[in-house]
Nanobody
Framework: QMQLVESGGGSVQAGGSLRLSCVAS????????WAWFRQAPGKAREAVAR????????YVADSVKGRFTLTRDNTKKTLYLQMNSLKPEDAGMYYC??????????????????WGQGTQVSVSS
């Protein structure tokens, strides 16, 4: 089974940057959806970005488009989320997730079966 471990969270001032990492280990296959979600206190978990590893198709949420960049290192089995120009509304727990179910594009958190423990992002103004 695949396991996911996130790292890279922390506290930054508004306008600052962080790079989150998600390392996959255990059983993996080449083709799957790999995503970042975030959840602020009192709010629903929302998709931030995802990649379909089959062809490299990337989705980035409108709320972070132009500021966040999703990349993948195949050798290290690591998914990165480069977060620039951070805003207070970007704060929350960031989770890495994956699914091997490829019959539909996974849009919501409940469509992902593999999750990391999360890494906290705080943005001060």
């Amino acid at each position: 089974q695949m396991q996911l471990v996130e790292s890279g969270g922390g506290s930054v001032q508004a306008g600052g940057s962080l790079r989150l990492s998600c390392v996959a280990s255990g059983h993996t296959i080449d083709t799957f959806y790999w995503a970042w979600f975030r959840q602020a206190p009192g709010k629903a978990r929302e998709a931030v970005a995802r990649i379909y590893t089959g062809d490299g198709t990337i989705y980035v949420a409108d709320s972070v488009k132009g500021r966040f960049t999703l990349t993948r290192d195949n050798t290290k089995k690591t998914l990165y989320l480069q977060m620039n120009s951070l805003k207070p509304e970007d704060a929350g727990m960031y989770y890495c997730a994956a699914t091997f179910a490829l019959f539909r594009v996974p849009l919501k958190s409940d469509e992902y079966g593999i999750w990391g423990q999360g890494t906290q992002v705080s943005v001060s103004s």
